[in-house]
């Protein structure tokens, strides 16, 4: 979404995680996407930091943090949300990985951070207030996927404020916009270019 807000084009390689092209692991051993190479040869391979590059190209409606304040409320969520969170999320969409405890333990663990956010979400459209932000894209596909493992319960839990912010995000052209389906990529096909 960073991207496509920032204006830019990059070239776009559809990969299967099960089928990872050697080209990807050759820039990037980890073997997770995404994956942005430069021109220049260097590599990010982490999305929060793919998202900084792209806003720090082009940010026309302010979605970086404006102070030191509000840069370390950003990057207080997204820690919380790239750790804690996600750690909760894979138990609970994948519980029978974790047999140690039912799914439902794993979903309680991880409504701690919703609660954090209908907090937020109780004082203005977006988390940071009136306007979207990095930490509103940043923790949006997150929360989607809590949201999609039972969303019976989603739907009923006590979390008014984050259900109407996910499906306001989820409504968006900038969303539909990246949710494109594109073939799987293969050394010598045609380039694709993202948007």
Same mark, same amino acid.
């Given at each position: 979404?960073?991207?496509r807000?920032?204006?830019?084009?990059v +070239?776009?390689?559809?990969?299967? %995680?099960?089928?990872?092209?050697?080209?990807?692991?050759?820039?990037?051993? @980890?073997?997770?996407?995404? $994956?942005?190479?430069?021109?220049?040869? /260097? $590599?990010?391979d982490?999305? &929060?930091?793919i998202?900084?590059?792209?806003?720090?190209? !082009? =940010?026309?409606?302010?979605w970086?943090?404006?102070?030191?304040?509000?840069?370390?409320?950003? !990057? /207080?969520?997204?820690d919380? !949300? *790239?750790? *804690?969170?996600?750690a909760?999320? =894979?138990?609970?969409?994948?519980?029978?990985? #974790?047999? +140690?405890?039912?799914?439902e333990?794993? &979903? *309680?663990r991880?409504?701690?951070?919703?609660? @954090?956010?209908?907090g937020?979400?109780?004082?203005?459209?977006?988390?940071?207030?009136?306007?979207l932000?990095l930490?509103d $894209?940043?923790?949006?596909?997150?929360?989607?996927?809590?949201?999609h493992?039972?969303?019976?319960w989603?739907?009923a839990?006590p979390?008014?404020?984050v259900? &109407?912010? %996910?499906?306001?995000?989820?409504?968006?052209?900038l969303f539909s916009g990246?949710?494109?389906? #594109?073939?799987?990529?293969?050394a010598?096909?045609?380039?694709?270019v993202?948007?």
């Amino acid at each position: 979404m960073a991207v496509r807000y920032s204006g830019l084009s990059v +070239e776009l390689r559809e990969v299967v %995680l099960k089928d990872m092209p050697a080209s990807l692991l050759a820039c990037s051993p @980890k073997g997770t996407v995404p $994956v942005l190479v430069l021109p220049d040869g /260097a $590599v990010i391979d982490e999305s &929060r930091d793919i998202m900084a590059w792209a806003l720090a190209q !082009n =940010d026309p409606d302010g979605w970086l943090p404006a102070s030191t304040a509000a840069a370390v409320l950003v !990057n /207080a969520l997204l820690d919380e !949300n *790239d750790t *804690d969170f996600k750690a909760e999320l =894979d138990r609970y969409k994948y519980a029978v990985r #974790y047999p +140690e405890h039912p799914a439902e333990h794993y &979903r *309680d663990r991880g409504a701690r951070f919703l609660a @954090k956010l209908e907090g937020r979400l109780g004082r203005g459209d977006y988390l940071l207030g009136e306007r979207l932000s990095l930490a509103d $894209v940043g923790v949006l596909p997150f929360v989607r996927q809590f949201a999609h493992v039972d969303t019976a319960w989603f739907d009923a839990a006590p979390f008014p404020q984050v259900q &109407r912010w %996910l499906v306001a995000l989820l409504g968006t052209d900038l969303f539909s916009g990246v949710m494109r389906k #594109y073939p799987q990529w293969h050394a010598g096909d045609a380039v694709t270019v993202f948007p």
